[in-house]
């Protein structure tokens, strides 16, 4: 059973009965994240904009979950074709925020990296959702007290960043901004690991750990390139080959997006100005004016075919 119940508010509202799981944002995180959940039990709602961004969404965690169930069940079709059934069963899509919001225990945001557009949705959904309600943004680098703000539950706001693929993935970095409770902290971090994940805690910094190491190092592989120092491949390979890692940077970029990259650079250059470490890339910029944003567009530092393939 997915509900727990951590501890009682003071006002004696049920803070921590995590059942009843919002998901703003049908996109890749979005997706995995309301894929896990719904593994875990909770009854999820994907809310988008769009009927078809939610259709897309929706058939990516099915074959996302096929392909766990492959792992999970190895030949055992019962057991596989049940995982999937009750899985998909437990989420439901919504293109009304407003209604999903009303009985959501929790909601999880994960929208395009915009402060503003980040702040209006959530005074929106402040207004309409009940007392008890947690939100956390799955920001890249926002500042989750910049976001908190917006609302008027700001003990009741944390950061919750998962990593892409999150299926694979197995890190969540929990966020405490300045207002949010410990109560609220402690929710989140528990649920984190109620979906099999590690959780490490977080101060509300620019890109908190991961991205703040992450992010400078392949933007600075593509300074690499741009130097003439190294092909993109040799990059990769050097990285992949020379330090064991999954991914080359330059691959990596094309993975997560690169308007991604270069709206969490962009965050640290206001955030730390003068720091030649966030210094932008020309080839980032010229790509994301061209809407070569990566595996998702079909093209970015690298040409992928139509199942996200390398050509
Ligand atoms: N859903 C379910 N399972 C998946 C999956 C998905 N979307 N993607 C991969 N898998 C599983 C596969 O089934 C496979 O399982 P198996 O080993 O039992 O067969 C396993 O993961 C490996 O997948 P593949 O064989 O297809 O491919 P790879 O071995 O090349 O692994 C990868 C793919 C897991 C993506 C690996 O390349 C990797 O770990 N890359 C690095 C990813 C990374 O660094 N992510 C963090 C990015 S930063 C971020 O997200 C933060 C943001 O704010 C910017």
């Not at 049940?82 to 899985?87: H, I, V, Y």
């Not at 402060?115 to 890249?140: G, R």
Request: net charge neutral; with cysteine; charged share 25%.
């Amino acid at each position: 059973m997915a509900t727990q119940f951590i501890r009682k508010m003071s006002t004696g509202a049920h803070l921590g009965q995590i059942q009843r799981v919002m998901i703003l944002g049908g996109g890749s995180m979005g997706s995995g994240i309301a894929q896990v959940a719904a593994v875990k039990g909770n009854d999820v709602t994907i809310v988008d904009t769009d009927d078809k961004i939610l259709s897309k969404s929706k058939a990516a965690i099915e074959k996302s979950l096929k392909r766990v169930a492959a792992k999970k069940f190895k030949g055992d079709s019962e057991k596989s074709d049940r995982f999937l059934a009750e899985s998909l069963a437990r989420i439901t899509t919504d293109t009304d925020a407003v209604k999903a919001v009303k009985d959501a225990d929790l909601v999880v945001e994960a929208i395009v990296e915009n402060l503003e557009i980040k702040q209006l949705v959530y005074k929106k959904l402040d207004e309409e959702a009940p007392e008890k309600t947690i939100f956390a943004s799955n920001t890249s680098s926002l500042s989750i007290q910049d976001l908190a703000k917006s609302t008027k539950r700001e003990d009741r706001f944390g950061g919750l960043h998962f990593f892409n693929p999150v299926p694979v993935m197995k890190l969540v970095e929990v966020i405490k901004a300045p207002g949010t409770s410990q109560q609220t902290f402690d929710i989140l971090f528990k649920w984190s690991e109620s979906l099999g994940k590690t959780a490490v805690s977080c101060k509300d910094t620019p890109g908190f750990l991961v991205n703040r190491l992450l992010v400078p190092y392949m933007i600075e592989a593509v300074r690499l390139h741009e130097r003439g120092h190294g092909s993109l491949q040799d990059i990769d390979t050097a990285m992949r080959l020379g330090c064991g890692y999954p991914m080359g940077p330059i691959e990596l970029i094309d993975y997560v997006g690169v308007d991604i990259c270069k709206a969490v650079t962009e965050v640290y250059q206001k955030a730390m100005p003068g720091n030649p470490l966030f210094d932008s890339s020309p080839s980032v910029d010229k790509l994301v004016e061209d809407g070569k944003l990566g595996i998702k567009t079909g093209e970015g530092f690298y040409k992928y075919g139509a199942k996200g393939q390398k050509l």
